[in-house]
């Protein structure tokens, strides 16, 4: 799982100039899509209530 969000990641690089979040839509809007490049804005919140970010990338110790 994670060797796949990473390919994704680094593919949204290579497209996009930013690690964008593999997970979430990229919306074309600049200060919207900044809070998605990983680790994105949500994913603090998401380790504490689900002990994991959304990908699976991120986890609780």
């Known amino acids: 799982m994670v060797e796949g ?4 990641l680094l593919e949204r ?17 600049p200060e919207e899509d900044k809070k998605i490049i990983c680790p994105c ?9 689900d002990g994991h970010c959304l990908c699976g990338l991120f986890v609780k110790a």
């Not at 690089?13 to 809007?29: L, V």
């Not at 949500?42 to 504490?48: G, Q, S, T």
């Open 41 to 49: 804005a949500y994913h603090r919140l998401e380790i504490e209530r």
């Open 5 to 8: 969000v990473v390919k994704s």
């Open 13 to 29: 690089e290579k497209k996009f100039e930013a690690r964008y979040c593999p997970c979430r839509r990229i919306t074309g809007n």
